[in-house]
């Protein structure tokens, strides 16, 4: 292992503050600069602007605007409203909109870029506290750009993701460095890093405990009897215990003030006593239950079940499945958003190897990196919790590299620094060339958003709106009214009224509406208010109109947009309600078949995956088999702004139908049970039942409807 030691020892790199302050300011504008990109690329387009600026491109983002909205407005929100005025991001953000002179919209697009480059600082501390300054700013400027870093840091991604990486990666750079100097000013910083770490990000909770169990293992084997190791420990653990943050405050400094005073005198107890009291503390308050329950849904992927009784349960679909970033990726996949390419991924792990043969605290790293490396299965989200530990990995592989260069070629000259920066530029080649191509658009356009803001104006603060989850948080900012989902309530016995509203028939959709926003939801409640211990029943009571709806409290409004169609999520919509929530058993999905890319000739219409339509005879035919259609619905959009429709009618009998979206290009084949859901009649056909629903805002892009009843 010595041997191993001295053939990957770098030599030393060690600079001037001065200089490595250089560092910093240099690396911080290459990555805040590259953001910028998105901002070059889209800041003429049309249509994608909210009080002059450009909207935001990630959904989850207006649950921390409208908290911060809520803020500056002096905190006023609704009962249930869900909106988190008590958030650290929501609270920095309406800070940061009272000291900074900008508009609130112009913060919230810009803060992720400017907070998100903040990485490349404890990156360059790792790489100062190893004497490795050049190495540290290869890592930096690497980690920053790299794809899914960049993804979740880029302008207009405003999140948590801003900050989530950001500061365990300090806490790791205060560690290292602690581990280091033994310095008592580490442990306060540790502990303030931790504290803010919980408030901004709680998830990182699991991230936290486990970085104190890699240091007690560390500890255990490379320095048993060290006892600042152990204060370390004890400093990380009460930062994520389930106490006031003022108590965690008091118990930070007087332990800062009993080590500083008395030295090292009563070491030898604190070894023992010091972690046991952090653990007792951590598991009387929050014990392992967030990380267990962490794992059973991104790992073991159990399915969600909402208990009734203590011995009932209802068993609905789980929204992990549907959402792309919760699900299994490749490896080439995978490689890609943690080191831009396979190759320097490769490289970069076997580079992190090498670190912790050479720097042991680099091990202290490897809960990042693990959580990075569960993305295989737990989903892509993941992936960028290993991106500055791997562009840690890579840079110390091409110092090596560089070193034996030197050493080979002695007489070429510069030829260490022109590798070190050749390498880079290779690496950085793939992550930039991601950048310039990922477009991401924002999360709905301006006329989506004038919808929103009209219905504003129409509809009372304690209105529902109901649509599907993904626009629940777009809905509440804009409209400033309740909704039933949204990114943080997307479960599967959430979802499941949900689903049951968009894609059953009209009178079903509307009783599910006044027992959804009576019960906010549950339908586990109205189960027990109404005596129904089979849930089938109670939703075969829904269908037939058989129930004795609540007591009308509060509007309720339907959201439709085109981006249902547009991203052709309908069918996933419906998975949700699919099934019988007693059981668990799965229904056959009712057919529904989307496509833009057909082709026309004199005879048929060729849909593609197997299906064609004969115009005169409108027969469907897939695989040589040929059923009869019911009708033919050509729809699009006149000068004023109406709906036409042309039906050709083939066979009253067909429970087959397709709809051509002409100003739209989309081309539907359904069966009936799609034709006649509330989507389907109410976006697409403009056809709703007038006892029912009226129309409260039509365009072609969002359709609201009011509950009457």
């Known amino acids: 292992m010595t041997g191993l030691k001295n053939l990957i020892t770098l030599e030393a790199d060690n600079i001037s503050l001065k200089k490595f302050i250089i560092l910093i300011i240099t690396a911080y504008i290459f990555a805040v600069a590259v953001r910028f990109i998105w901002v070059y690329q889209f800041h003429d387009k049309p ?34 409203d869900n909106s988190p005025v008590n958030s650290a991001p ?35 501390l790792i790489g100062r506290s190893l004497s490795q300054n050049r190495l540290g700013f290869i890592a930096a400027i690497l980690a920053s750009v790299t794809v899914s870093y960049y993804n979740r840091t880029m302008t207009g991604y405003y999140d948590t993701d801003m900050l989530a990486i950001v500061l365990p990666m300090f806490i790791l750079a205060s560690l290292i460095n602690g581990l280091k100097h033994n310095k008592e000013t580490n442990l306060l910083i540790t502990g303030l ?29 490379k320095e048993p009897k060290k006892a600042y190791n152990y204060k ?12 006031p943050i003022l108590l965690k405050a008091g118990i930070y400094i007087l332990l800062f003030a009993f080590f500083t005073y008395f030295k090292n005198k009563f070491d030898k107890y604190i070894i023992f006593v010091l972690p046991a009291a952090a653990i007792t503390l951590l598991l009387f308050t929050k014990g392992i239950a967030p990380i267990i329950s962490n794992i059973k849904v991104y790992i073991l992927r159990e399915k969600i079940t909402a208990a009734l009784t203590d011995n009932f349960s209802l068993n609905f679909f789980n929204v992990k499945q549907t959402v792309q970033e919760a699900r299994k990726i490749p490896f080439d996949m995978f490689a890609r958003r943690i080191s831009g390419h396979a190759m320097p991924f490769i490289i970069s792990t076997f580079g992190y190897m090498l670190m912790i043969v050479r720097y042991p605290a680099m091990a202290l790293a490897l809960p990042l990196l693990g959580i990075g490396f569960l993305s295989l299965k737990g989903g892509l989200r993941f992936t960028i919790y290993a991106v500055p530990i791997n562009a840690l990995g890579f840079a110390y592989a091409t110092g090596i590299a560089a070193k034996f260069a030197a050493a080979s070629f002695k007489k070429i000259k510069y030829i260490k620094p022109a590798l070190l920066i050749i390498i880079t530029a290779l690496a950085l080649y793939p992550n930039i060339i991601h950048i310039i191509n990922y477009k991401k658009g924002p999360v709905v356009t301006t006329s989506e958003a004038a919808s929103l803001d009209k219905l504003k104006k129409i509809a009372n603060r304690n209105d529902y709106v109901i649509s599907w989850w ?57 189960m027990k208010d109404y005596n129904f211990t089979d849930a089938n029943n109670l939703l075969k009571a829904l269908r037939t109109d058989r129930l004795t709806l609540p007591e009308k409290m509060e509007d309720t409004y339907i959201y439709l947009p085109f981006r249902i169609i547009r991203n052709q999520i309908l069918p996933t919509i419906r998975a949700f309600c699919n099934l019988d929530i007693m059981t668990g058993r799965h229904y056959k999905m009712p057919l529904f078949y989307q496509t833009k890319q057909f082709k026309e000739n004199h005879n048929a219409i060729i849909l ?13 035919e897939r695989n040589g088999k040929r059923v009869e259609l019911n009708s033919l619905i050509i729809t699009g959009y006149n000068e004023q702004g109406g709906l036409n429709k042309h039906i050709i009618e083939y066979n009253s009998m067909s429970n087959l139908y397709m709809i051509y979206m002409q100003s739209y290009g989309e081309l539907m084949l359904m069966d009936k049970h799609v034709y006649d859901s509330l989507f389907i009649r109410l976006f697409v056909l403009e056809d709703y039942d ?16 009011k509950l009457k009843r």
């Open 47 to 80: 249509n994608i602007t909210w009080n002059n600026q450009l909207i935001i491109n990630n959904s989850d983002g207006y649950y921390y605007a409208e908290g911060a909205r809520d803020i500056l407005a002096g905190g006023i929100h609704q009962e249930k």
């Open 690 to 705: 007038k006892n029912l629903f009226e129309p409260v805002i039509i365009n072609p892009w969002t359709k609201i409807y």
């Open 232 to 243: 370390l420990i004890t400093f990380l653990l009460v930062g994520i215990a389930g106490i």
């Open 193 to 221: 890093a931790t504290i803010i770490y919980q408030l901004w990000y709680s998830e990182g909770y699991s991230i936290i405990f486990a970085t104190a169990g890699v240091l007690f293992l560390y500890a255990l084997i």
């Open 608 to 620: 593609g995956n197997g299906f064609k339509l004969f115009k005169k005879t409108g027969e469907i």
């Open 470 to 526: 993904d626009y629940g948080y777009t809905i509440r900012y804009y409209s400033d009214t309740k909704t039933l989902g949204d990114g943080g309530r997307q479960s599967g016995n959430t979802n499941f009224p949900l689903s049951f509203i968009l894609t059953e028939n009209q009178a079903a959709a509307a009783n599910m509406a006044r027992i959804a926003t009576r019960y906010n939801g549950i339908i586990e409640d109205a």
């Open 90 to 124: 929501s609270i920095f953000t309406a800070y940061a909109t009272k000291i900074l002179p900008f508009s609130f919209e112009t913060v919230i697009l810009y803060l992720p870029a400017f907070l998100g480059s903040l990485l490349i600082i404890p990156i360059l």
